[in-house]
């Protein structure tokens, strides 16, 4: 499962003059209203004009096809370009149009150049995606290590599927020493973060477990959690 951004960005303590705050402004009041013609024309100009920020949004609205037909092609160009001034949500909403082939071809490899971009500024997503593409060895070569490491970025930032994943991971073996223990801890963490299926995993990993070992178990997900994902294992 991949994961997409659709997060309209506020953020204007970078945007290059208080004029364009405020036409940013304008934009994101009247987005936010619904009225998306009006916040299209608002950031046009901006992103045209080379803002980053506005230029990820007109990408938005492109994708989604708000205030404006949906083009995935427009969509494309607008997340290139916040992308290549370092934008790590357009970085990550770019590589999933390549793993996708939205607007482009599909290109594994170019997917995984553009989610590394934004897994190393800490988008958790692309963490996440990242993590999947060297699992299935998708544009990289298949490696559970490299795998293990950026579900383990994404599952220390809260992500419950890369918990759930971490989980998987440590249950069969791949990229890890074989763990019921550490696989039971992550199941029940991610189950905790609103994991469907997690719980039903964990509860698999029991039954093969001895009493202490899932109180062992137990006790570690409580540590990870409370510490605030700083202090998860032995």
């Known amino acids: 499962m991949f994961k997409h951004l659709t997060v309209i960005l506020a953020f ?58 949906q083009d995935y092609a427009e969509a494309i160009k607008w997340y290139r370009l916040a992308a290549e001034q370092g934008k790590g949500n357009a970085q990550y909403n770019l590589g999933l149009m390549y ?18 971009l934004a897994a190393e500024q800490g988008d958790a997503d692309a963490q996440y995606n990242l993590g999947n593409m060297h699992l299935s060895g998708k544009g990289v070569p298949q490696d559970y290590k490299a795998a293990v490491k950026w579900y383990r970025l994404a599952a220390e930032q809260g992500d419950a599927d890369a918990q759930s994943n971490l989980g998987a991971m440590y249950e069969y073996g791949y990229g890890v020493l074989q763990d019921n223990t550490m696989a039971h801890m992550w199941y029940n963490i991610a189950s905790a973060n609103g994991h469907e299926k997690a719980g039903g995993y964990r509860d698999e990993r029991a039954g093969l477990m001895t009493s202490a ?13 409370s510490s605030g994902y700083t202090k998860c294992g032995y």
């Open 12 to 69: 204007v303590m970078t945007l290059s003059s208080p004029v364009v705050a405020q036409d940013f402004q304008k934009g994101l009041a009247a987005y936010n209203a619904g009225d998306y013609a009006t916040a299209l024309q608002e950031w046009t100009p901006l992103a045209e004009a080379g803002d980053a920020f506005a230029e990820y949004n007109v990408g938005i609205m492109y994708y989604h096809g708000q205030g404006v037909s």
């Open 99 to 116: 793993n996708n082939g939205d607007g482009v071809p599909q290109d594994f490899k170019e997917a995984v150049k553009w989610y590394r």
């Open 213 to 225: 070992d899932i109180s062992k178990a137990q006790a570690m997900a409580r540590e990870c959690m």
